[in-house]
């Protein structure tokens, strides 16, 4: 009876609380728990493992750039970032409010590790989060638009509860593409977390747009809303080959 309910189980993808029996059949019967105890254990153990399960799928379709979490960022008054402020970030709750993060610093300061750190974090906490450099945030567009799936991937890009949008200002945007931030930015307004890492000062971003009324009206959407980190400080490249 005991193998027919493993088996059962297994089948039925229970695999957390499959586990969990396993264990508790080999050991001796004067150890193993009293039913109601067995019962909680067994789905706390599949609660858990869907758990672990879910966050290990948000990080890999997450595509983020670096593999780092909040613990390995390195917050000093030299670079401009509290613990405090890293703290405040870490416990995710600016995603329920729909709040942005803008991330800006010159080369090599550590703005992209930053942003997958808190980004990797989102995932952790079961919220699904999307990691785009901007080249290839333009370069998906014009894909979508070949194939025809533009629409298609926009709602996907909604879905998400954060998207990170790194390298930001760095080469020039089409006005197609101006128009296409502007619709998801507008999708995401109050629901949704974006987080933008550029080299580019937020009051140079007005005049990098280079369109006023389309200009004004992403920034509107954009700022705000949005905690400001500024990091400072030397570049960490010549630590680390991972940081920019």
């Given amino acids: 009876m005991k193998n027919a309910s493993l088996q059962t189980m297994k089948e039925m993808k229970m695999e957390g609380m499959a ?6 059949l080999s050991l001796p019967i004067n150890k193993q728990p009293e039913p109601h105890q067995m019962l909680a254990q067994l789905v706390d153990a ?3 493992h869907r758990t672990h399960k879910k966050m290990k799928m948000l990080l890999r379709f997450s595509k983020m750039r670096y593999t780092v979490s ?3 960022i390195d917050c000093s008054k030299k670079r401009n970032l509290s613990k ?3 703290a405040l970030l870490a416990d995710c709750a600016y995603l329920d409010r729909g709040e942005n993060i803008l991330i800006t610093g010159a080369t090599g300061c550590g703005k992209s590790y930053l942003a997958c750190a808190l980004g990797n974090n989102a995932c952790v906490n079961s919220y699904r989060t999307l990691y785009f450099n ?3 945030f333009t370069e998906q567009i014009a894909l979508a638009k070949t ?3 533009l629409i298609k991937w926009m709602d996907r890009i909604k879905r998400a509860k954060l998207i990170i949008m790194d390298d930001f200002g760095l080469q020039p945007i089409t006005h197609t593409v101006k128009l296409i931030l502007l619709q998801i930015l507008e999708d995401r307004y109050e ?3 974006t987080m933008i890492c550029s080299q580019l000062p937020v009051g140079k971003w007005h005049q990098y747009f280079d369109e006023p009324t389309i200009a004004d009206a992403i920034l509107d959407r954009i700022i705000p809303k949005a905690h400001r980190i500024e990091l400072k400080g030397n570049s960490l490249r010549t630590k680390s080959k991972h940081v920019s």
Avoid: C, F, W
């Fill in 19 to 24: 586990s969990a029996y396993e264990a508790v």
């Fill in 84 to 86: 405090e402020k890293l």
């Fill in 147 to 149: 194939e025809g799936t």
């Fill in 134 to 136: 901007m080249n290839r």
């Fill in 46 to 48: 599949e609660q858990q």
């Fill in 70 to 72: 909040i613990q390995d």
């Fill in 191 to 193: 629901n949704a977390s």
